[in-house]
């Protein structure tokens, strides 16, 4: 029963160094979304996919890239790291076109760029 | 494109009081209102949703939300809440035909001993 699992839980960074973070979602999802988490703004959309092939920004790409070549899996690329990406980053998935599907998310990964 | 505002940043209150957060909304289209719990070191989880018909809607742990249409609103509340309660909480909305979520800022809710 695993859901949504992101990998790694917890990452240390150079600036200017480059990590990808994997999320992995074993519920047959067609949506998936990579957000960042900072007090006092709540989550913001970076990317998000909606399907297999698929991929689109949200309110803060910058910096940031995405790949999902297979249904169950969405990359976040981070190229060349910066202390402004220092955050927390949670993966989400949801079923179907209705707008009432909720999202389901994993852990979190906290990243800190030095 | 809709937008959410969490009136309170913290709340802080006794075990066993009631406790209300509060919620606005606004949207050019009509939209499903949710509200998610993050506990500490987790990810956040559905606590409830308003999808359509009654407007008083029931989630998990005892929790339950009110839509007001006209005050685009939609605020949490719980009769008596415990230490366990201790979270922080994010409302979220999002468009009938579309399917990005946009939360709110987050309210945290502290319950005492």
């Known amino acids: 029963n695993a859901g949504v699992t992101q990998t790694p839980k917890f990452r240390v960074l150079k600036t200017g160094q480059s990590m990808t973070l994997l999320c992995a979602q074993d519920m047959n999802h067609e949506y998936m979304y990579w957000y960042r988490q900072d007090p006092g703004m709540g989550l913001r959309l970076i990317h998000y996919s909606v399907g297999e092939g698929t991929t689109a920004k949200g309110e803060v790409p910058d910096g940031y890239n995405v790949s999902r070549l297979k249904k169950q899996n969405f990359l976040l690329g981070l190229e060349s790291a910066a202390p402004s990406q220092t955050s927390v980053y949670f993966c989400?998935?949801?079923?179907?076109?209705?707008?009432?599907?909720?999202?389901?998310f994993g852990q979190g990964t906290r990243l800190t760029v030095v | 494109a809709q937008s959410v505002t969490q009136l309170d940043s913290q709340v802080p209150v006794f075990e066993e009081a009631p406790v209300e957060l509060r919620c606005n909304y606004s949207?050019?289209?009509?939209?499903?209102l949710f509200w998610y719990v993050q506990y500490p070191n987790q990810g956040l989880q559905l606590l409830l949703k308003?999808?359509?018909?009654?407007?008083l809607v029931k989630g998990i742990n005892g929790f339950e939300a009110e839509f007001n249409k006209s005050q685009t609103s939609f605020h949490l509340r719980k009769p008596s809440v415990h230490i366990s309660d201790t979270a922080e909480y994010f409302c979220a909305v999002k468009g009938t035909g579309g399917f990005k979520t946009i939360f709110g800022a987050g309210t945290r809710l502290f319950v005492k001993a």
């Open positions: 989400a998935s949801s079923y179907g076109t209705s707008g009432n599907t909720e999202a389901f």
């Open positions: 308003y999808l359509s018909g009654s407007t």
């Open positions: 949207s050019s289209v009509s939209v499903y």
